[in-house]
């Protein structure tokens, strides 16, 4: 299990950097493994000395509250004005953290008695009967009356799922859903509201994705996930929903913006419940270690600050992290947007209380993580060595564009804007990445993993106008971005006429004028220096 490893870790590098990272205090859960591991190692170590330890309750040891092995705290907090930063806090361990999964992901399953979908839909997306809080979605109690065939269809499919028959529940949900796409769901479909057809049309996705997780399959879940949350991104429990199907596919960074999004769109909506609230960030937290813990090519480290750095204050947040991590000092990057958050330090009803963070990561390599300075100097990045924009990129440039796009490019951004509520639009925020990724699968005919890649882009999308304030050209660009994703999903227009591949072609263009331009004045140079050793030849010559 992936979350037993972390509980059971000591040791490794990149282990030590999650420790070292500032952590404020975060007490909503036990003592887990690791920290009772390293007490237990301290406690021998005093045991010689004559000293007594309590090992269950987390102490900092002198060697950290004055000077680590690797680098100063006090240099560090120097560097960007703020105080020592505090120990990790102890790990969520795997039972805390499924335990949390359980309640906030299934703890809407009621049975359906009533007969129409407003009251079934008000049981089924009430969490307060296991959680002790509001409605986690939508209130359909004031919906028009369902179509009597819908609302039947509903209650058998509840009835298998009661019974924990999940894959008969699945398909009937689905039968559900086709009911609908054939205009199903009110009794009244010519006076019915678009976006009351859309929160009945999640909901029943919500109830698909439900089944597959129970059953442990989060690839038809997560494609679900990503149609309920385009129909309705202002539920949080889709975005939960969302978050285990990523645990279950071995991807944290994806889970971990779940969570902190449903965190985000809980108090948006109006939740007031602080449980809830405590759980979901105690879900969040743990699948952040959990992410921290994965990564083997780079390490990371968060500092507080607020506004824009200086050129100094960042090399100062760099020395301090080669200090910290001398593994990882090949390539250094910060992110110099900033706005990255913590669960434990956010508290969205009290945006003054809440601490936004610089995130600086440091590589093994600089080839792996050399690219983050061309997304950030550059307006159109590529990143493929293509010659010629005018013609289509051969087979081997398509397989380049897959492994570099896919296996060394989005991973590091997904890290990067995990942490990240607003991303925007621009290169570099992985919208533009990955849709131009989707691009490079489609040429390939991989076309499973070309759908996932264009659905999981428009969830994004319907969700983001939630969670950043946009401007008017980046409306623009939303909204171009979202015709063109739904297009290609429907199989319209060349993809070559896209708004991400518009971007690429420019960039390209560019490059290759760039290129041809240091060639031109390559020859010139050459010519010069032919006609130079022509003419000290002649004169030789003469002499001679």
């Not at 039972?95 to 999964?101: G, V």
């Amino acid at each position: 299990m992936l979350f037993r490893n972390i509980a059971n870790s000591t040791g490794s590098l990149e282990l030590q950097g999650l420790e070292q990272m500032v952590f404020p205090e975060y007490t909503e859960h036990p003592t887990p493994a690791t920290v009772q591991t390293n007490q237990s190692e301290e406690k021998g170590q005093n045991k010689r000395k004559g000293k007594k330890t309590d090992s269950s309750v987390p102490k900092r040891s002198k060697k950290n509250d004055s000077r680590r092995k690797d680098g100063s705290p006090d240099d560090w907090a120097g560097a960007n004005n703020e105080r020592s930063p505090l120990p990790a806090p102890p790990r969520i361990s795997l039972r805390d953290l499924m335990e949390a999964e359980t309640k906030l992901v299934f703890g809407d399953e009621q049975d359906i008695t009533h007969k129409s979908l407003a009251s079934t839909a008000t049981q089924l997306m009430c969490q307060a009967a296991e959680i002790g809080g509001p409605p986690s979605g939508p209130n359909l109690s004031f919906l028009p009356q369902t179509d009597k065939w819908l609302d039947v269809a509903l209650q058998d499919a509840n009835s298998y799922y009661q019974q924990k028959k999940y894959a008969t529940a699945a398909s009937r949900f689905t039968a559900a859903l086709e009911l609908c796409s054939k205009g199903t769901v009110f009794e009244k479909p010519f006076n019915a509201d678009y976006e009351d057809i859309c929160k009945v049309v999640s909901f029943v996705e919500s109830r698909i994705v439900a089944c597959y997780l129970r059953m442990k399959r989060p690839n038809p879940a997560l494609l679900h996930c990503y149609r309920s949350i385009q129909l309705n991104p202002i539920c949080f429990q889709n975005h939960l929903r969302q978050a285990m199907a990523y645990r279950l596919l071995g991807n944290p960074c994806e889970a971990v913006r779940g969570a902190m999004i449903a965190d985000y769109i809980y108090w948006l909506s109006g939740g007031n419940n602080r449980h809830i609230s405590k759980l979901i960030k105690l879900y969040w937290q743990g699948l952040l270690e959990a992410a921290l813990s994965m990564e083997k090519n780079f390490s990371v480290v968060f500092t507080p600050w607020s506004g824009k750095p200086s050129i100094n204050i960042i090399d100062k947040m760099e020395e301090a992290f080669r200090k910290l991590h001398p593994a990882f000092t090949d390539y250094i990057f910060t992110d110099p947007r900033g706005g990255h958050l913590l669960p434990q330090t956010t508290d969205w009803s009290q945006p003054s209380s809440t601490k936004s963070y610089f995130l600086t990561l440091g590589f093994r390599t600089r080839n792996d993580g050399d690219f983050l300075h061309k997304l950030l100097h550059r307006r159109s990045p590529t990143f493929t060595g293509q010659r010629s924009p005018f013609t289509p990129p051969s087979y081997r440039d398509l397989e380049m564009m897959f492994e570099i796009q896919g296996k060394k490019i989005l991973p590091v951004l997904d890290f990067i804007k995990c942490t990240k509520l607003s991303v925007g639009f621009s290169q570099g925020s992985g919208i533009i990445e990955r849709l131009q990724y989707a691009s490079v699968l489609g040429q390939l005919n991989r076309f499973r993993e070309h759908m996932h890649v264009l659905q999981y882009t428009l969830a994004e999308l319907a969700v983001a106008p939630y969670l950043q304030d946009i401007s008017p050209s980046d409306t623009e660009l939303l909204l171009a971005l979202m015709a063109d994703t739904m297009d290609t999903l429907e199989g319209k227009r060349p993809d070559q006429e896209r708004v991400w591949n518009a971007m690429q072609k420019v960039n390209r263009q560019m490059e290759t004028f760039k290129w041809k331009l240091e060639e031109t004045l390559k020859a010139k140079v050459y010519i010069e220096d032919f006609k130079i050793v022509s003419s000290f030849s002649q004169v030789f010559l003469h002499v001679l």
